[in-house]
């Protein structure tokens, strides 16, 4: 599952430090692996947004180009695992920080907007729908984020099985809330995937913005995750069919 980009991880590393700081830059759709950068728009810095009033909250930016034009089918009711590392360059070798360091905590998200064209340049004033989310378990005490680690960067993510056919944005995003106790201070690393949903329903799923869907005073935003035994994930209900 892990493929080495020597020539553009040295120039990546040089820039990274060993934090939070995460890249979601790859996809499988039901098992099969596309690629690294394949139908993903992969920013080529690992630094967070933290100001959530930024476009940048949307999809990220300043993608490694040239941005993949490939459109992944995925079968309403498929599985699209995200791939995460530390670094935009992928998986490059043992890191103590990849995908992200196992210190810092916090949940994992995804949206998807319904698009004319999963390529389309423009990204602003999309309608956006959470169909995944994982925060903390109060059981086992375990973090989306320690997840991810153990699971070397993946997260499954179920394509609801009613939604439409069409083209998608899959947005994906891990936060990290180790400096969170107030605003700003959550770290907000997310990247979009280009879809093809075939099959499917006809479902309407209420939607959100991005701007807009997440708030300064969310409790999912701003928490000290060291004094909390539940956490609610910021954001909409995931929509269910």
């Given at each position: 599952?892990?493929?080495?980009?020597?020539?553009?991880?040295?120039?990546?590393?040089?820039?990274?430090?060993?934090?939070?700081?995460?890249?979601?830059?790859?996809?499988?759709?039901?098992?099969?692996?596309?690629?690294?950068?394949?139908?993903?728009?992969?920013?080529?810095?690992?630094?967070?947004?933290?100001?959530?009033?930024?476009?940048?909250?949307?999809?990220?930016s300043?993608?490694?180009?040239?941005?993949?034009?490939?459109?992944?089918?995925?079968?309403?009711?498929?599985?699209?695992?995200?791939?995460?590392?530390?670094?935009?360059?992928?998986?490059?070798?043992p890191?103590?920080?990849?995908?992200?360091?196992?210190?810092?905590?916090g949940?994992?998200?995804?949206?998807?907007?319904?698009?004319?064209?999963a390529?389309?340049?423009?990204?602003?004033?999309?309608?956006?729908?959470?169909?995944?989310?994982?925060?903390?378990?109060?059981?086992?005490?375990?973090?989306?984020?320690?997840?991810?680690f153990?699971?070397?960067?993946?997260v499954?993510?179920t394509?609801?099985?009613?939604?439409?056919?069409?083209?998608?944005?899959?947005?994906?995003?891990?936060?990290?809330?180790?400096?969170?106790?107030?605003y700003?201070?959550?770290?907000?690393?997310?990247?979009?995937?280009?879809?093809?949903?075939?099959?499917?329903?006809h479902?309407?799923?209420?939607?959100?913005?991005?701007?807009?869907?997440y708030?300064?005073?969310?409790?999912?935003?701003?928490?000290?995750?060291?004094?909390v035994?539940?956490?609610?994930?910021?954001?909409?209900?995931?929509?269910?069919?």
């Amino acid at each position: 599952m892990k493929a080495s980009f020597c020539a553009l991880a040295s120039l990546l590393l040089a820039a990274s430090s060993v934090s939070a700081r995460t890249v979601f830059s790859a996809i499988q759709v039901d098992g099969v692996e596309l690629g690294h950068g394949v139908a993903v728009r992969v920013p080529s810095a690992n630094a967070p947004v933290t100001d959530i009033t930024s476009k940048n909250l949307i999809c990220n930016s300043g993608f490694v180009q040239p941005v993949s034009d490939v459109v992944a089918s995925v079968p309403a009711g498929g599985v699209v695992a995200a791939e995460f590392h530390h670094t935009s360059a992928g998986y490059v070798g043992p890191d103590p920080a990849d995908p992200l360091d196992p210190t810092n905590k916090g949940p994992v998200l995804a949206y998807l907007a319904a698009v004319p064209d999963a390529t389309q340049e423009d990204v602003t004033g999309l309608k956006w729908f959470k169909i995944f989310e994982q925060g903390l378990n109060p059981q086992t005490h375990q973090w989306a984020s320690d997840l991810l680690f153990i699971n070397e960067g993946y997260v499954n993510i179920t394509i609801p099985s009613c939604v439409k056919a069409g083209q998608y944005l899959l947005r994906v995003e891990s936060i990290s809330l180790s400096s969170a106790s107030q605003y700003p201070g959550a770290e907000f690393f997310m990247s979009c995937a280009q879809i093809e949903v075939t099959g499917g329903g006809h479902a309407s799923p209420e939607t959100v913005s991005f701007p807009g869907a997440y708030t300064a005073t969310d409790p999912g935003i701003v928490t000290n995750i060291y004094a909390v035994e539940t956490y609610t994930p910021p954001g909409p209900a995931v929509f269910e069919c």
